[in-house]
């Protein structure tokens, strides 16, 4: 990963976007007094940064029927199968976020299902298989925070701006 360095306009743009991902750019230009064409180079430029990530429509997994929301602590029974049991997990949907991790578990993932016993199927026919030596399961009753990530402050210097550095991921 690399440095991007961004400057206010990036930290404006930045902040627009994130609280409403389907602002036109022309309403972005007119709030940063700049061109929509401006706003374009930027966001071209912050996506080919890696600083966005593209942009997506949230789905509300109640709504559509999943009703059970749960974290499960995985134990793998042999932790170099890290990126086999990664590579199988992508093939199961009801899993939507895996993450390496330090602690108890050798990895952490998120997990949703219709109801209990749809999940305790996906535990038992899905994920025992991989390979795991236990499990352990956290039920979420309620999600009480879901935001994006704070955009970094930049400093802004007297008559000028001053621009901040943001790690990126580099091209290959």
Not at 77 to 104: M, Q
Not at 138 to 154: D, L, T, V, Y
Request: glycine share 6%; proline share 4%; hydrophobic share 40%.
């Amino acid at each position: 990963m690399g440095i991007a360095n961004l400057d206010a306009l990036d930290e404006q743009i930045l902040k627009l976007i994130a609280d409403n991902a389907r602002i036109p750019f022309l309403e972005v230009a007119r709030a940063c007094h700049v061109s929509g064409a401006a706003i374009h180079q930027r966001i071209q430029k912050l996506t080919r940064l890696g600083v966005l990530k593209g942009s997506q429509y949230v789905l509300d997994p109640e709504r559509i029927g999943y009703e059970t929301c749960a974290y499960v602590g995985l134990f793998l029974k042999d932790p170099s199968d890290f990126d086999r049991v990664v590579a199988e997990l992508w093939n199961i949907p009801e899993v939507v976020e895996c993450h390496y991790t330090t602690g108890d578990y050798d990895m952490f993932i998120k997990i949703y299902a219709r109801n209990n016993h749809h999940m305790l199927s996906i535990i038992h026919d899905k994920l025992q298989p991989l390979g795991l030596q236990r499990s352990e399961t956290i039920i979420s009753f309620h999600e009480a925070i879901n935001r994006q990530m704070p955009i970094p402050e930049i400093k802004h210097k007297k008559g000028g701006t001053e621009n901040m550095d943001v790690e990126v991921e580099e091209e290959e």
